[in-house]
């Protein structure tokens, strides 16, 4: 049963410090999203990619986000400087085309 | 752009009730609507699809209906039970390289 992979799956970080987190696909997938979930609004889509392509990533704050795919088996989601304020659980999903997603298991992020 | 509102936010329950959670969409060409459970401290997980050229689908106590002409689709749970306890959330897209849009969710609770 294959299933996307997220590295961690807990992080703890100071303010200010860099942040990166990984995900590996389901082998065949081309589509890629990252969303950020919280309580206050839900889930939100931070980036997307389609064939290691990025299409969509206006949900992304630019000036300290980013998200690459360097291959096939693997997306980052890179923060740099983090905030408090980014502390939320990070899901990756993958897809083949963007109707049915399957999402990894989060990495949960804490920002002291 | 599309836009999906989902109700209620939380819904209780005595076991073996019935549950329907509604959701709205604006943008008449989403024809894929999925819905999606997510258990406490886990992963979102697709649970049942419906697509905008049938009316209904079933599997097993859940199903999903769809109005193309109102604009709305609706997850049916019956004979509810304590593991039927999630959060869940309804989505719509238009399928092929657009990104699905999801609603704020939906807290469900089963009373044993």
């Known amino acids: 049963d294959a299933r996307v992979t997220q590295t961690p799956r807990d992080k703890v970080t100071e303010m200010g410090q860099e942040v990166t987190m990984r995900c590996q696909p389901i082998l065949g997938h081309n589509t890629v999203f990252w969303y950020r979930q919280t309580m206050m609004q839900g889930l939100e889509l931070l980036a997307y990619f389609r064939n290691r392509a990025p299409l969509d990533d206006s949900g992304m704050p630019k000036d300290r986000f980013s998200a690459e795919m360097p291959d096939a088996t693997l997306a980052t989601l890179k923060i740099q400087p983090s905030e408090p304020r980014d502390s939320a659980v990070y899901f990756c999903a993958s897809g083949a085309g963007a109707d049915t997603q399957y999402f990894g298991p989060g990495t949960r992020l804490t920002v002291l | ?112």
């Open chain 2, 1 to 112: 752009g599309e836009n999906v509102e989902q109700h209620p936010s939380t819904l209780s329950v005595q076991e073996g009730d019935s549950a329907v959670i509604k959701c709205t969409y604006s943008d008449s060409a989403s024809n894929y609507f999925p819905w999606y459970k997510q258990e406490l401290g886990k992963r979102p997980q697709l649970i049942i699809d419906i697509r905008s050229n049938v009316g209904e689908k079933k599997d097993q106590r859940i199903a999903v209906t769809l109005n193309k002409t109102a604009k709305h689709f609706s997850l049916h749970i019956t004979e509810t039970q304590p593991e039927d306890s999630a959060v869940y959330f309804c989505a719509a897209s238009k399928g092929g390289s657009y990104i699905p849009t999801f609603g704020r969710g939906t807290s469900l609770i089963v009373h044993p």
